[in-house]
Structure formats: structure tokens, C-alpha cells
């Protein structure tokens, strides 16, 4: 939890327990989880926690750049514990947002593109996991 608290105080924020909960949950929970799935993680360990003190903290988070987000399935928003510029892959069948290996895009630099300033890019990829793929093949390769 010391890591979790430094993390918050070196953004200048404030270390509540609600606060140091929800960040811990997304350093432990690398699967990009929404508002409700962390709701559902963390309320049965904290019964007064609500899900707009979620939505309110992790919005907190975005404006200090503790955490990032993404909406890659529609418009449901996800969280991401890692900040550093990565990309995404969303599996149609199952609904799976996983990280993916550094895909070369030119589009991934920060910077300045005619002369506007670049501050963040989103790259998604989408189509069908690994594992939705063996499923509809009956468990072969």
C-alpha cells in the first residue's frame, strides 16, 4: 500500500482509503475494468463505497494522469492502471480488452502533426482473441 499511497502524494493528492482501494484494485486488476466491475471488486470489502465515489475518484485520477482510460467496445468507459503510450485489443466475442504487443504506428508518437500538438493517441485493434478462436475450432489449434 506504500506504493499506492507515493503514487497518490506524488501527484499531489490527498491518500484516503477509498482513494488508495481503487488505485490498488487497478494495479492488481490489469484487465481494463469498468465502474461496475470495480464497484462489484471492492464493495463487499468496503459496504459504503458507491459507484459514484468510484466514477468521481477515477476521474480524479484521469486529470492527474495516475491512470488512463479508454472506450474501445461502444461507450463504456474502462480504466487502465498503465499510463505509458500502449495499444489495445478488444476480442468482438467474448469482450476482452487486453493489452497487445507494441504494434509499429507511426501514429503512437507524441508531438507536433502539422502543426498541432499531439497530446495523447488511442490505437484499438478489434477481432476475435486467441482463445474465442480454439473455442470455435472445438478446442483445436
Known sequence: MKLIQDKLESKGLRSSQQRMKILQYLDQHRTHPTVEEIYN????????????TIYNTLQLFLEHA???GLTISGSESRFD????????????ECGVVMDVEKVDCPCENRGVISGNRIDEVHLYLKG???NCLTKSKGGKK
Do not use: A, D
Open 66 to 68: 495516475l491512470i488512463s
Open 128 to 130: 476475435v482473441c486467441k
Open 81 to 92: 492502471f498503465e499510463t505509458t503510450p500502449h495499444s489495445h485489443f478488444f476480442c468482438k
Open 41 to 52: 471488486g471492492l464493495v463487499k470489502e468496503m459496504p459504503t463505497l458507491s459507484r459514484t
